[in-house]
């Protein structure tokens, strides 16, 4: 079955773009769009996807209080932000609210693809040029919450599970890599988010991000 997407974004062009790009080799279907946030919990609401894909300036209801009130809603779909490099302003108040990914709006086309597949089936999705941009911030929040610690406290199977993790790849393929069942790596997962005090994957990845040292 095709992966089940809601568009949102305020710019008409763009989202027909984006839902040619997604929809060309069948493993996804674009099944509403939306040009703001209303609308985007309207759409949600009503086709119940797999995944939003959700821009975060839009008019009316911005993007980051839909986000807000779609991670409210009864099994809420993954949530990816479609951005630009322009991250500062929200990026913290998107993570709180529950996004599990950023995508640059001028990503390869299978770059998105293969990312919407992946935020169906449970990774966390970060494009790198976005990671590079947080990672000076990140070192510093995470010092002063006395998160790095909490990395180095983890196991040698827990620091695995984080690291391909942090790599965007789902439980299934988590448990391919280490040889493990998909059971055993979801509880892993739960593991590793609870020592961390994250929400969801893709903080933790962006917290290995930063504090881990630079190359």
Request: no cysteine; net charge negative; charged share 20%.
């Amino acid at each position: 079955m095709a992966v089940r997407v809601v568009l949102a974004d305020d710019e008409p062009l763009l989202r027909h773009g984006l839902r040619v790009l997604l929809e060309t080799d069948g493993r996804v279907e674009v099944v509403a769009e939306a040009g703001d946030g209303s609308t985007a919990i309207e759409a949600v609401r009503r086709h119940r996807p797999d995944v939003l894909l959700l821009d975060v300036q839009m008019p009316g209801l911005d993007g980051l209080s839909a986000l807000r009130m779609v991670s409210a809603l009864p099994s809420p779909p993954v949530t990816a932000v479609l951005t630009t490099f322009d991250l500062d302003d929200y990026v913290a108040r998107a993570l709180e609210f529950g996004a599990q990914g950023f995508l640059l709006k001028d990503a390869e086309p299978a770059t998105l693809v293969h990312a919407v597949v992946d935020l169906a089936a449970g990774g966390a999705v970060l494009d790198p040029r976005i990671t590079a941009r947080l990672l000076p911030k990140l070192r510093g929040v995470s010092a002063g919450l006395g998160r790095g610690r909490a990395v180095e406290s983890l196991s040698v199977r827990e620091r695995q599970v984080l690291e391909l993790l942090a790599d965007g790849r789902p439980n299934a393929g988590i448990a391919e890599v280490l040889g493990l069942t998909e059971a055993t790596v979801k509880s892993y997962v739960s593991t590793v988010l609870t020592k961390l005090g994250v929400q969801n994957r893709v903080q933790a990845a962006l917290l290995l991000h930063g504090v881990a040292p630079s190359p």
